[in-house]
């Protein structure tokens, strides 16, 4: 059975650090932009965000039609829980949903893609979604903050109406110690960043490049485009050489130096990019590469590529949509390196009680009940038996609009920790006609904000109490139409 | 309406402020000795029946679920009936109106109702800390401010309301408060100073928004008939409402009106069996100014969008036609929650009784209107009327 990609969607942050300015606050020197995730954001809400336009783009019901969720990422939340079945709620998936999370490496993605594309072989599902998403936490003033860069991408796999096919897949591992952060590290450390460059990520590159090049018996030429994990720009350019890759074939897929080192997002991200220009017949080259291990990657572009394209929301467009963050200063705020010294406040209900697991998941899916003898519609569908409005007890599910206006709004100075102002509080008019309440996200000052201003609900962290996560919808002014 | 009257014959306050010096016990304390001592003829503690305390966050102070011994345990009560109310803003305002009931009924002949809050034991985060409670999705983030702030922003663009005028309620409140002793501001601000404050919730500065006070008010009432045995001078219950709207922020139909206040004004002006026009003054619910300007159009002072033209006219000032908020109001007195509306209705029970001294409005009615809106998604609402006459 043919399985190849169905679709696929990107997030990128809206903010973006200059390495210029990490540079200047600690003597260091370096070239280009990292993609940086808001307060509010995490691996699970930036993977979430990507995963609705995966389901878009691949055009499937994600509330039956999706199996599978497997994520990758370096950028672990917890050792004992995953929080994937916030991004299963988001998609309004289905219980039957089949979740894993692969880690400990920045190809961690390539594990779940393998594994998500042997399930589609063997016939087991049919659509399956492989997420890379990093957000690496790392030391104020290490080489790691400097490259660094927050995303999440998602690939929908399955077997029909494919836009690119599988060809083969080969990976080479061996033992190799580069970057680790083990249980009791904050943050990410590297033992010698050349002993990386030389030994870890060419060498692997290169021995995967070759046995892929072997079982398919060809040879770099044979590819229009070729995508490199990419740590950095010299690493890159050094592993491009080795392979006799031309400028051409790296065109589209290189994207270190507008959004950083991408981890499990990184050539998942390069893929999105080549995949935005790919024509039919295109055949592409993946190399992924993280802790002494790389997967290489065939891909054949079908003709079914030019149809979906109305569907995407490509990488150029999140390139576009950018933001740049002024100093150092409002970007270690950012990173959480700078916390206000300030005891957070707890909130009401802790993030672990029986209420969250009540009514977050509605929220989340924006599941609401519409009464049958006033047409109020009810929201969350939970908490409410008895028909606010009229006092009507029979309802019919609906779902909530993600998109609409500010009926109105305020922008809070002071709000109590880990909440930091300005904080706005909207009161939207949705395009159903439903009103909704929520946090604002990307609105800095009142200059970002305006009564009838277009909105759109995206899930977002709103706080985090004993290390577990609350996740919620915010507004945001629509970002990318 | 077949109810036994209720007269007030005794109000005592404690002049508001940030009271670091006294506990909340001492605040109750000599707020219901000023009461007692107030009552023109006199009365015996013991002649008290029951008591009603109002207070709406004994947390920022570290007391919890008190219930109602936390004032008759105080005040050499203990034994008599009395009951803790809590109702966002209208806290106060509603244990008056449920001992009024109490009264009224024929159950008690004469009861205490105390309000109080201790704001300043807690620091200011510890208020702010109200925006992590409730639901912690559908409500968290809502402070005061946050709850009453769109309601200006939508105000402002439906109806062209501006900043400046806006300001001059607080220009106008911090005028009153200058004679009024009990108030914890005593001087005047102009409109620029208002505009030039720190902002603190757009469209908000700082000078829109009422300070946080520590504060306790008594009132003592009894059955209309007996009033003639503690003065001659008693104040009545005309009416009372009260007022709930939805309980989220995203059930709340309007952002240009407090419906809870259409509400209570409605069964209050009913049951007083009068209009608008018949009040001498009114203390109303001020905790920002945008409050108050949407304050006159629920209360029936003015039709919808008008609001901004009785401020401009002065009608509202200490000498227009309806003066509101003489005492300076929550933006200048301060906005004790619990205390707020038993002072308010102490206000009107001094002019009512022409006792108010500098600040005494002209008495043609004799009626004199209280409100307090507030609580969750500014949901809750109590308006209370008091005349200086019976029918």
Redesign the interface.
């Known amino acids: 059975m043919v399985v190849g990609v169905t679709g696929y969607g990107i997030y990128i942050p809206k903010y973006r650090i200059e390495r210029s300015i990490i540079g200047k606050a600690w003597s260091g020197r370096s070239r280009g932009q990292n993609a940086v995730a808001g307060m509010d954001e995490d691996v699970i809400t930036m993977a979430a965000e990507a995963a609705l336009n995966a389901v878009t783009h691949a055009d499937i019901d994600s509330t039956c039609d999706l199996e599978t969720l497997y994520f990758g990422t370096s950028s672990a939340l917890d050792f004992e829980r995953s929080s994937l079945g916030v991004i299963g709620e988001v998609l309004r998936a289905s219980d039957e949903i089949d979740y894993a999370e692969f880690s400990a490496s920045p190809r961690a993605s390539f594990a779940a893609l393998k594994a998500c594309q042997d399930a589609a072989a063997s016939g087991r599902i049919t659509n399956g979604l492989v997420i890379g998403a990093e957000q690496r936490a790392t030391a104020a003033g290490s080489q790691e903050e400097m490259n660094c860069g927050d995303g999440a991408v998602a690939i929908m796999l399955g077997t029909n109406n494919v836009i690119a096919e599988i060809d083969e897949v080969y990976s080479y591992t061996t033992n190799f110690v580069d970057r680790w952060r083990d249980a009791d590290s904050d943050f990410v450390k590297e033992y010698e960043p050349r002993f990386t460059r030389d030994y870890g990520y060419k060498q692997h590159i290169i021995a995967a490049a070759g046995g892929l090049f072997a079982k398919l018996q060809c040879g770099i030429d044979d590819f229009d485009h070729v995508v490199l994990q990419q740590p950095n720009a010299s690493m890159v350019s050094g592993v491009a050489k080795a392979l006799n890759a031309n400028q051409d074939q790296l065109a589209h897929g290189g994207l270190i130096n507008e959004v950083g080192d991408l981890g499990a997002a990184s050539a998942l991200m390069g893929l999105a990019g080549v995949l935005d220009k790919a024509e039919p017949g295109d055949r592409i080259l993946v190399l992924s590469y993280g802790s002494g291990a790389s997967d290489a990657i065939a891909l054949s572009v079908t003709d079914a590529i030019a149809a979906k394209r109305d569907k995407l929301k490509p990488v150029s467009l999140y390139l576009k949509s950018s933001l740049q963050v002024e100093d150092y200063v409002a970007f270690a705020k950012m990173t959480g390196a700078l916390e206000k010294q ?1 005891t957070p ?5 802790p ?1 672990t ?1 029986s ?2 697991w009540r ?2 998941r509605e ?1 989340r899916q924006l599941a609401a009940i519409k009464c049958k003898s006033c047409h109020y519609v009810n ?2 569908a939970t908490i409410r038996k008895i028909c ?1 409005r009229c006092g009507g007890t029979e309802f019919d599910p609906i779902t909530l609009a993600r998109t609409g206006k500010v ?10 920790p880990p ?1 930091v102002g ?2 706005a ?1 909207i ?1 939207g008019d949705l395009d159903d006609g439903n ?3 929520a ?1 604002g996200t990307e609105i800095n000052s ?1 200059d970002d904000v305006e ?1 009838d201003m277009k909105v759109e609900l995206v899930m977002r962290k ?2 985090t109490q004993d290390g577990v996560p ?1 996740y ?2 915010v507004f945001r002014p629509i970002r990318i139409n | 309406m077949g109810w036994n009257r209720v007269a007030l014959v005794g109000a005592g306050m404690i002049p508001f402020g940030e009271l670091f010096e006294k506990s909340w016990e001492v605040m109750l304390e000599e707020s219901y000795l000023e009461c007692l001592n107030s009552v023109d003829k006199g009365i015996d503690p013991k002649k008290i029946q029951a008591a009603w305390i109002g207070t709406a966050r004994p947390e920022l102070h570290g007391q919890g679920a008190q219930g109602g011994v936390s004032l008759v345990g105080h005040l050499g009560l203990a034994g008599i009936p009395c009951t803790r109310v809590e109702n966002g803003c209208p806290t106060g305002s509603d244990a008056l109106r449920n001992a009024a009931f109490g009264v009224a009924s024929g159950i008690y002949d004469v009861a205490l109702v105390a309000g109080y809050e201790k704001m300043r034991d807690a620091p ?2 510890g208020l ?2 109200i ?8 409500t ?4 005061a ?2 709850m009453f ?6 105000y402002m ?1 439906e109806y062209g309301l501006t900043k400046e005028q806006m300001a001059m309620v607080a220009v106008k409140n911090r005028k009153n408060g200058v004679l009024d002793p009990y108030a914890q501001f005593r001087s005047e601000i102009t409109v620029e100073d208002v505009l030039k404050s720190p ?6 500065n700082i000078l829109d928004c009422c300070p946080q006070t520590d504060g306790a008010a008594c009132l003592l009432i009894c059955r209309a008939d007996l009033a003639d045995k503690f003065t001659d001078k008693p104040v009545y219950i005309a009416g009372m409402g009260c007022g709930t709207d ?6 709340v139909e309007s ?1 240009t009106s407090y419906e809870a206040t259409v509400k209570s004004a409605k069964e209050a002006y009913s049951m007083a069996g009068i209009t608008p026009d018949q009040l001498d003054l009114a203390e109303v619910h001020d905790c920002f100014s945008i409050t108050e300007i949407i304050d006159y159009e629920d209360l029936g002072f003015c039709d919808r969008g008008e609001a901004s033209q009785l401020i401009e006219k002065g009608v509202t000032e200490q000498n227009g036609d309806l003066p509101v908020n003489v005492s300076g109001g929550l933006l200048c007195k301060g906005h004790p929650l619990g205390a707020t509306g038993v002072a308010q209705c102490a206000e009107l029970y001094w002019h009512l009784r022409q006792e108010a001294g500098e600040r005494q409005v002209e008495i043609k009615h004799g009626y004199g209107l209280q409100h307090n809106v507030g609580g969750r998604a500014i949901s809750n609402s109590v308006v209370i009327i008091l005349s200086n006459h019976t029918d």
Do not use: F
């Open positions: 300030n406040t707890q909130i009401g209900v993030p009680s209420a969250l009514d977050g929220i929201y969350p606010v009926h109105t709004y305020c922008l809070s100075l002071y709000v109590p909440l300005p904080q509080l009161i009103r909704y309440r946090l009142s009564i709103i706080v609350v919620g919808n | 200011t985060s702010l800390g925006a992590m409670q409730g639901h912690p999705l559908l968290l983030g809502e402070t401010m946050t702030a769109p309601k200006a922003n939508r663009h902002t603190v919730c757009e469209p908000l939805y309980y989220y922020q995203h059930e952002y």
